[in-house]
């Protein structure tokens, strides 16, 4: 398994190009959102590997699809600069806080339907350009309300109906923790439709260690699957961002380059 960490959420009294240069000296791939706010050429310099970004700016799987398919194209070109493989997608666009900018809370047969479809044209626009797409499970009861799709169970299901190499989910175990529970149980059934793992312990959102969830035995399935792929920390600190990366890579048996801390 690769380990990475949202530069996001740890560092967070430095600025973002000064956070992805810690994450990458210490041997981490890095994770970013939207790439809009960043400044590319400057994140390009500092010589780290991107593992994942945000892969739209607006639109959304079941209306203003075309604005969608659009920013996903301008991701596309960033990520390309990066060399990040993998674009982000969530079931509908987000906004201030992480709230959805249209919140929708019940989901019809039709809406189903168009999120397939949209999913379907995004898989394709994936594969031209050498990308992927992932779609990623969010909780609804604490950090994101009014998501449609949001269950692990509702990612997992569109992305099996596309059935695309170039769609997978982001299995954000955090989010699932909460609205859903049963996470072994959960990974063994979306095991082939992983593209990337995200972790953070239940409460509180910060690293493995300080919650509820069992990351080690996680760690554990992970391995019995023969998960190759990478798993990000999608985490606040607890309390010191030196400590969190360190008790991240413990949880899944990485190592931190202790010389540069």
Known sequence: MRLAVCAEMVFTD??????????????????????TTKDVDALIATGATFSSMTGYVHGSLTHDQDQL????????????????PRLNLHGTELGEGGL?????????????????????????????????????????EVDHPGVPFAKAADTLALVAAVDHPNLRLMFDLYHAQIGEGNLIALLRKAAPFIGEIQVADVPGRCEP????????AIAAVLRELGYEGTVGLEAFAHSD?????????????GTVRLEDI
Not at 69 to 84: D, M, N
Request: proline share 4%; net charge negative.
């Open 14 to 35: 430095l600025p973002l190009v000064e956070r992805v240069e810690r994450i990458h000296q210490r041997g981490f791939d890095v994770e970013i959102w939207d790439h």
């Open 69 to 84: 398919l659009k920013t996903a194209e301008q991701s596309i070109e960033v990520a390309h600069r990066l060399g990040c």
């Open 100 to 140: 959805p900018v249209r919140p929708q809370y019940g989901v019809t047969g039709e809406m189903w339907l168009a999120a397939a479809k949209t999913l379907a044209r995004l898989a394709e626009l994936g594969a031209a350009n050498d990308v992927m797409f992932v779609l990623e499970n969010l909780n609804t």
């Open 209 to 216: 260690g300080t919650g509820e969830i069992n990351y080690p």
């Open 241 to 253: 961002s030196e400590l969190a990366l360190r008790r991240f890579a413990d949880a899944f048996g």
